[in-house]
């Protein structure tokens, strides 16, 4: 097989090279697990080397960075496609080949320090030495989002039957709800659709009883060696329900930062296993919060998706995390604590803490997309106003039907000025994306994932950088 290395000027430049990380004209990926477009620009022009601030969660590089070191994770996990090998045995080859891999292994580390670097920075450690410490820490943490404990630790019971609120209102408010609640699932499918393979990571080796009793939560996450109740195989009934594809990273295009940055930061942890304190708290606190989580993310789709919803994988987990939670609580978390004692202590801290940012800063990125993406009317109108304004330098293009499709994000609000043909905008996953045409100008606030195609045999766009902050 031959590998593209000649003339690019860094090993990022020749991983994304290859044919797998390359745009197709598709907008679903569906039916090839190796096929992960990265940028549809070259990435030969962003700079990875100093890290990317909590002020750059949602940019451009770290969208890049996102991409490369998710499938940099994956390629040391064993996907094949539901159709058989058959259909795609020259992407297999390319994904676990030794030349890429060796460029995976050459860039990697210089990504995870590009992209998490900023939580040395954002994230402070409260200062919790003592078992007794950490215990009151955990407890008050986990009571402080609505997790209820008690004094013994027990993670009593989930309320299925509160109102919707924070995100899950949002969605179910949305105008188009349904698309709203697939960006909500699509995320989850980052993960839950290879569920705990980051986890199995950690099996391996020899570190006492933690290791055994990570076993069984990774037991039960894996059905007990029955498919049918694989967490993953009933994510996918979940999905199949409402009419979502259940192919690996069909949706490839429509991961937000956020929920590649907080997927990859497990994968980083149990890739290196000095993370494995830090994972091992941080798995211990998410354990606890999907109890309730997975409660509400139920009744937020039975109110989006009425009867048709198999809501099975979100009964299983408001049910299983009751266990999990205390299970992780009492064997991972104070199990190390105990085993290692104030050495190790902060380094669990700082998982939760890891973990309380990630959460924060995903939330606020997905609701900032789709309060946008159900807004494009609104966002063409703001755009049109805006662009007698914004007329320094423009990036002038011109798409076709069936061109490379991809998604980005600007790190600045742009506005997209469409001067000639028609184009549909993706803000999220839908068959019903939004129609802009010649003299229309779409705002699209930095940060916000979208993807174009173009209707017309040729489209044009300028797409105008916004002094300041229009809004
Ligand atoms: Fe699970
Ligand atoms: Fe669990």
């Not at 994304?16 to 569906?30: L, M, S, T, W």
């Not at 989850?188 to 080796?205: I, K, P, Q, Y």
């Not at 959460?359 to 609701?367: K, P, V």
Request: with cysteine; net charge negative.
């Amino acid at each position: 097989m031959t590998i593209t290395t000649t003339g690019l000027g860094s090993p990022i430049e020749a991983y994304c090279a290859q044919r797998i990380f390359q745009p197709g004209p598709e907008v679903y990926i569906v039916g090839n697990p190796y096929h992960r477009p990265v940028s549809a620009a070259g990435v030969g022009a962003l700079d990875f080397s100093s890290p990317a601030t909590e002020a750059e969660f949602l940019s451009q590089r770290q969208l890049v960075a996102g991409r490369i070191l998710c499938n940099a994770y994956e390629s040391d996990m064993i996907l094949l496609p539901e159709a058989g090998l058959a259909t795609a045995k020259g992407d297999f080859d390319l994904f676990y080949d030794d030349e890429v891999r060796r460029l995976r292994d050459t860039i990697r580390p210089g990504l995870e320090r590009f992209a998490y670097s900023f939580l040395d920075t954002s994230v402070t450690v409260p200062p919790v030495r003592t078992i007794e410490e950490l215990q009151a820490y955990f407890l008050g943490e986990v009571g402080g989002v609505g997790a209820p404990a008690d004094h013994t630790g027990n993670n009593p019971e989930v309320d299925t039957a509160r109102p919707l609120s924070g995100t899950m209102r949002a969605i179910a408010e949305c105008k188009h709800a349904e698309e709203a609640a697939g960006l909500h699932l699509i995320q989850l499918a980052l993960d839950a659709l290879t569920e705990a393979s980051a986890m199995a990571r950690n099996l391996g080796g020899s570190y006492g009883v933690v290791q055994s009793e990570l076993f069984k939560i990774f037991n039960d996450e894996f059905g007990y060696g029955l498919y049918p109740a694989k967490h993953s195989t009933i994510f996918k009934g979940m999905l199949a329900s409402v009419g979502l594809r259940t192919d690996l990273h069909a949706y490839w295009n429509f991961y937000l930062n956020s929920s590649l940055i907080g997927v990859n930061y497990f994968n980083w942890l149990t890739e290196d296993h000095r993370g494995m304190f830090r994972y091992m708290a941080a798995v211990t606190y998410l354990e606890w919060l999907f109890a309730q989580g997975f409660a509400d993310t139920g009744a937020m789709l039975r109110a989006v998706y009425g009867d048709r919803v198999d809501t099975k994988y979100c009964d299983e987990h408001a049910h299983i995390d009751i266990h999990h939670g205390r299970m992780t609580y009492e064997n991972l978390l104070l199990g190390l604590a105990r085993a290692h004692g104030e050495l190790v202590i902060p380094e669990l801290v700082r998982g939760i803490e890891d973990t309380k940012l990630l959460l924060r800063l995903g939330d606020e990125d997905f609701r900032a997309q789709i309060r946008w993406a159900d807004t494009l009317d609104e966002h063409t109108r703001l755009g049109a106003s805006l662009v007698t304004s914004t007329l320094d330098d423009a990036d002038a293009a011109t798409l076709r039907p069936g061109d490379p499709f991809t998604t980005r994000v600007y790190d600045a609000d742009r506005v997209i000025d469409v001067t000639d043909g028609e184009l549909d905008v993706y803000a999220w996953a839908t068959e019903r994306p939004h129609r802009i045409g010649k003299g229309d100008a779409l705002l699209v606030p930095r940060g916000r994932l979208h993807g174009l195609t173009a209707v017309s045999a040729s489209a044009s766009v300028a797409v105008r950088t916004l002094e300041g902050n229009p809004r």
